[in-house]
């Protein structure tokens, strides 16, 4: 079948956070918009499946199958692949890749992307993380600064729903917030012990798009702590509750799933993107789908991959390589193993429902100077629950036991900063392909000698923080995470000033084709120890802004 084509004013591709969020920007400034997904349709509340279900009504309990674990194998590493969220999950065999260095590629695929699965932590940056390559002279500087990213920060923030407490801590600015949800009485213990007993450290509560207050068309949250098999309350922030029904309301949207985009067309003549060719996925069948204003939002890697395929006589290395930055310093953040204890108090106190959320303690170490053999910082995020009864006796004493609450619980984990190395990078890989004939990724990405000391040393003091709290039987589970799984992957395509040492510019546009915009983390050029999807909003928000501004000059 011959290509087919179709026009737009714009075209997003990928429909996760940042892409969903384009859309709807796009389509409230009257832009006709098409959103490509190349996952399947996932329609908000009716293809929840397994939202409302009890444990006992899963047919294995919560355990995928080993058939799933087989197509799964890179999505099983991650705990959140379960039984009830498997079908939001990519397929590992037909989208296979070359893990160099092991790599936790973490995908959805279905519309809506990950935001159907994100932890929901929503932090502004600092300066501090926006001038930490400068500081330190790992890497380019950033061409912007917290003041160009505030007033998006706080329009995202309206829209979103964000629950928490100003608290005007220098290096984490305060967002504009719905009301938090209260502290439980441990956790209330642990802020009062920690803060006195470290004078340089907050325990705040979790900043989290979870609405404690309604919004149009949403409800508030409703603590049932299921939030990743999809809310069909509305209460978390996803592009299915939010961002997509805000675009269709326009009328300027068109939503095309099973649409994988293949490269990014280029016209030598005008030295600009004409669109984007486009495999279905169902019929094999490819498309071109034209537009003057081209959003690449399919997450780090996906919209890394999309441009290392765009090659052409102009760009024989991919779209905007000149300089061969397309595909490195590629980051994630490094996750530490659990630290966990127990506290033999308050038992007489317990807490509404599950909370979807704990708490926070934002970094505090590298702060003023350099205090520690390593550069950048770490943050700490936990949560606290009162554990079973003990599985004690038969019958109704083994009843009983299992119906009283145990003692109370703490775990704690740190988040730390990656540097951005050039070796850490994704090429494409000339062997191995994906379903649909597309050359896969080849990725090599490791945590280094920074990052290794910056966790163990937030072992230490987290373990340190459990003890002087008054907590007992400290132990630690897990271990340490590899590069991916913190599903918080960045880089690839950074903005930058030069077009030597960055592939974007500082609105976003790629620096030799500036009608191709990149809004999601592919985008950032170092990585805060904070959770990004709020930066990559208030990023996408000011980059539709400024393309549409600049697209209306040209039509003048």
Known sequence: MGKEIF????????????????AKELCERGLK???????????????????????????????????????HAIQARHFSFREETKHFYADDIDN???????????????????????GRMSFRWSDLDFEANARDGMGPDWPIRYRDIAPWYEHVERFVGINGRAEGIPNLPDSLFQEPMPFNCLEEHLKDRIESTFPDRHFIHSRVA????????????????????????????????STLPAALATGNLTVRTNALANQVVFDNDTQRAIGIEVIDTTSHATYVFKAPLLFLNASTLGTTHLLLNSRSPRFPNGMGNDHDQLGRHLMDHPRTATVSGTLDAYSDKYYYGRKPTGYFIPRFVNLKGQEKEYLRGYNCQGNTVRQRGRHEGIGSLLKQALTAPGPWQAGMRAYGECLPYADNRVTLDPDLKDKWGRPALAIDCRFRENEQKMSQDAMVTMQEMMEKAGLKDIQVNGSPSHPGNANHEMGTARMGNDPKTSVLDKWNRLHAVPNVIVTDGSCMTSSASVNPSLTYMALTARAVDHAVRELRKENR
């Open 210 to 241: 979870n609405l404690t207050r309604p919004l149009p068309g949403r409800s508030a949250c409703q603590y049932r702590n299921l939030c990743d098999r999809g809310c069909p309350f509305g209460a978390y922030f996803s592009t299915q509750s």
């Open 33 to 71: 918009t098409l959103l490509l997904e190349r996952g399947r349709p996932v329609e908000h509340v009716k293809d929840y499946p397994t939202a409302t279900l009890n444990p006992w009504e899963s047919p294995h309990r919560g355990n995928p199958t080993r058939e799933e674990l087989d197509r």
């Open 7 to 22: 026009t737009f004013d714009a075209i997003v591709v990928g429909s996760g956070i940042t892409g969903g969020l384009a």
């Open 96 to 118: 296979p890749y070359r893990e160099i260095n092991r790599y936790d590629w973490i995908r959805a695929d279905v519309l809506g992307g990950r935001s159907l699965l994100w």
